[in-house]
């Protein structure tokens, strides 16, 4: 079965450092996300991608962060100057479009700690 | 703006027995979906169940079903014969039918099937 692929599973940085999160939505999905879970709390939207733009971005979703799709699978998120409030949890999510559009699929997240 | 609550931080429940988890959102829209996601401790997002707002018949998938009560904005989740692999966070999340689709999701409940 197709799945979200995510990489690293975990990510141990300095505050100050920059860090690419990088995903693999499946192969004929259309829209992309990332989303935060900061540990214990909800899972937070940051941004949403579609046709090689950003459609949505939330508050959280900074000057510090930028999201690419550098070629026809990967898409990637990254933090510029990372900062401890920046530890968390961090979901890629993909979903198709059309009919089948609301059904987003998760990848197993990247684990973000930031010392 | 959109809301989702869960009300029930913690639930736990014997092995083979029924749980209901509660689910109320807010919104304006007149057409939208609902989710539940379960976390297992490996804290990958899995989809459990969709309602689509415009659909009266309740969704069900195998032992997981939904109670969608529109007027009172309310979407439990039914659980019958608990397995021990049903123990996890469980999600409840909502999306509007427009544009970008992100996922708005509650706090979360934290599920515990006793063996």
């Known amino acids: 079965e197709p799945e979200v692929t995510q990489t690293p599973s975990h990510q141990v940085t300095q505050m100050g450092q920059e860090v690419i999160l990088r995903c693999v939505p499946i192969s004929n999905h259309l829209y992309f996300y990332w989303y935060r879970q900061i540990l214990g709390q909800k899972v937070e939207f940051l941004v949403s991608?579609?046709?090689?733009?950003?459609?949505?971005k939330s508050e959280i979703f900074d000057d510090q962060f930028s999201v690419e799709r550098p070629d026809g699978s990967n898409f990637t998120l990254k933090i510029r100057s990372t900062k401890l409030e920046d530890s968390a949890m961090y979901f890629c999510a993909s979903s198709e479009g059309g009919t089948a559009k609301n059904i987003q699929y998760f990848g197993a997240g990247t684990r973000l700690s930031v010392l | 703006a959109q809301t989702v609550t869960q009300s029930q931080p913690e639930m736990s429940v014997q092995e083979a027995e029924t749980v209901t988890l509660s689910c109320t959102y807010d919104?304006?829209?007149?057409?939208?979906?609902l989710f539940w996601y379960k976390q297992p401790p490996s804290r990958q997002m899995i989809l459990v169940i969709r309602q689509e707002a415009y659909k009266q018949q309740n969704a069900t998938e195998n032992r997981f079903s939904v109670n969608f009560q529109k007027a009172a904005k309310s979407f439990s989740l039914k659980i019958s014969d608990s397995q021990l692999g049903d123990t996890a966070m469980y999600f409840c999340a909502f999306t509007t039918n427009f544009g970008n689709e992100k996922l708005t999701f509650g706090t979360g409940t934290r599920l515990t099937i006793i063996p």
């Open positions: 991608f579609y046709n090689n733009e950003i459609s949505e």
């Open positions: 919104t304006s829209e007149n057409n939208y979906y």
